[in-house]
Each structure stands twice: as C-alpha cells, then as structure tokens.
C-alpha cells in the first residue's frame, strides 16, 4: 500500500488546515488508522486515530478539541482537520495504519506533508 498525505501549508495561528491521505494499492477499510507528526529535531509523535468503521477515534491531549479525524472508506481516504492551531503544530504530518490501537503504527510511512504555524 502507498500512503500520500497531502493539504499541508503556512497558515497563521488561529488558522485551519485540513489534512487527506490517500491509500492506493489496497484499502485499508479494515485497518484503524492514524495521523503521526515529527517536528524538526524531534521524534515521531502520535497526533490521532481511527478505528476502521470511523466509529471511534482517539486523540494526543496536545491536540484534543482542536482536531477532528474522519476517513472516507469508499474512496480509500482519511482526513485530519485542524482547528485553532498552533505554532506547536508545526510538523511533517503522516498518516498509517495502526498496528495497535490507538497509537502504534505499523512501520511504514508514506511522504508526509508539511505544516507550519506562524505566529
């Protein structure tokens, strides 16, 4: 499966971005899924998940009521969109699946997108 996480960009604090990763390859309907960041200098952290039905989500504390994760299982998509950000957010952002839940991910990882918060 590939994994192309797409909608990043340079928005002001306060802003909104919403995120979209594309699956192609397989679908991933049975698969939670997840959004993970890495900030310059720092490790990989978990921002959100999905469980496969969309039912149920989880989110990191730094990001709770602020972001919103969605997936789309007939067309193989899964979103991220952030409300009131920060420029603590700045980040690569990537999505995956979960390996298990709610926060360890498989070990793959597509192309990211970047997001940066300005002050």
């Known amino acids: 499966v590939q994994l192309q996480a797409s909608g990043g960009g340079l928005v002001q604090a306060g802003g909104s971005l919403r995120l979209s990763c594309a699956a192609s390859?397989?679908?991933?309907?049975?698969?939670?899924m997840g959004w993970f960041r890495q900030a310059p200098g720092k490790e990989r952290e978990f921002v959100s998940a999905?469980?496969?039905?969309?039912?149920?989500?989880y989110h990191a504390d730094s990001v709770k009521g602020r972001f919103t994760i969605s997936r789309d299982n007939t067309k193989n998509l899964v979103f991220l969109q952030m409300n009131s950000l920060k420029p603590e957010d700045t980040a690569v952002y990537y999505c995956?699946?979960?390996?298990?839940?709610?926060?360890?991910?498989?070990?793959?990882w597509g192309q990211g997108t970047q997001v940066t918060v300005s002050t």
């Open positions: 999905i469980r496969s039905r969309g039912g149920i989500t």
């Open positions: 390859g397989r679908t991933v309907s049975g698969y939670g």
């Open positions: 995956t699946a979960i390996r298990v839940w709610p926060a360890t991910p498989y070990d793959y």
